[in-house]
């Protein structure tokens, strides 16, 4: 049994050259090359095709968030340029609520170039619908130290015109924030590419990758095929990019992402034997960790969902047999039973959602419980995304890895895509 905790971020290296990096998407997203990972064989086809390599009937889920124009720059009377990147709403707390909230609003916060911003409001002017508005951001040293313990910092945002709400800010004076190892200033197109054609839910700062390759075409020939496709809502946040520094994954934080996932996605999963093709690895992060909500819901029916959070290393601290299934009073907590106590949870409380956080992290050592094969992009060298790839493929990612560097496969965020079938 692999010692995750120990694992050594340096056995997760691989050569990436810059040119590899794909800097734009292509013009037709799902022209873009597709390699199969298929119980060890590795081959490729154009993603247009993914259809034909699925089973029919199988179930789909996909991530529907929708990425914000989360950078929001002022310039103090000084000519110094402040960059204040939203990272999650502080009050209101709930995404829905913040980007609806008129007047005033406050979030956690990135600050570029702080040591240049000492005290005081940072002010901004510019139009909406044809009227004058002035936005003021003030940061909130203590409350910075009290919700975050400093990594991110409390600004409170108000401006002056009652009938603007927050989302119309940033559609109006927001920058889309493209990934940083692209190199290079977000554009006009980026509003479009950067975005999968079925977001919806407003919320992240970093695109579901995966999903950029899907078009309007290649979702009708899944009907076609008898796929049935449902979505979780995963906000996904800059820690995403954050690179493991540490030697060992023990010392590695991962940051805390909010998820929603509808009564109706538990029913499917129920009806499906709980097993799901994950589009991206944040539709892997959501529903791995719906098992160990599930389980948290065995041990204590009254779990509230702020207790249902998962914690990083909770999957390998408590107590499973050999198949990773947790073990409650000594008894393995099954698949099915756990996303049935979630849906005895919703309707004890007659909720519609299950609204929840987690901070997951899948390396290996980690046993899959519902994901059963995997679309995703590739992944920056050392990064947890690398290791959550080889804990599905049981530590077979290089196999992949060699193929699309000696095939011409492009690489990150608007690069190519594999299919990933242990």
Known sequence: MTDTKHIH???????????????????QRDHSKLLIYQHGEVSDDVFLNLPNHLPQGALMVFNNTRVIQARLHFRKETGALIEVFLMEPALPADYEQMFQTTGKCSWLCMVGNLKKWKEGPLMRDFEIKGKALTLS???????????SGGTNYWVDFEWDNPEVNFAEILEAVGELPIPPYLNRATQESDKTT?????SKIKGSVAAPTAGLHFTDAVLHDLDQKGVVRDEVTLHVGAG???????????????????????????????QHDCSVIAVGTTSVRTLESLYYMGVKLAMNPQCTEEDLHVNQWE??????????????DGEPVS?????????????????????????????PGYVYKIVKMLVTNFHQPQSTLLLLVSAFLKGDWRKVYDYALSHDFRFLSYGDSSLLIP
């Open 9 to 27: 971020i340096s056995d997760f290296n691989y050569e990436l050259s810059d040119e590899r990096i794909a800097k734009f998407p292509l013009q």
């Open 137 to 147: 951001a003030t940061m909130d040293r203590n409350k910075t130290m009290e919700k």
């Open 194 to 198: 950067y975005q999968t054609v079925y």
């Open 240 to 270: 995403t990019f954050k690179p493991v520094k540490s030697v060992e994954i023990e010392d590695h934080h991962m940051h805390t992402e909010y998820i929603v996932v509808h009564r109706h996605t538990f029913e499917r999963l129920l």
């Open 315 to 328: 999957p390998y601290d408590l107590p499973h047999n050999e198949e990773g299934l947790v073990l409650v």
């Open 335 to 363: 698949v099915e039973q756990s996303v049935r106590n979630l849906l005895d949870y919703l309707n004890r409380d007659g909720l519609e959602a299950l609204h929840s956080s987690t901070q997951i992290i899948i390396a």
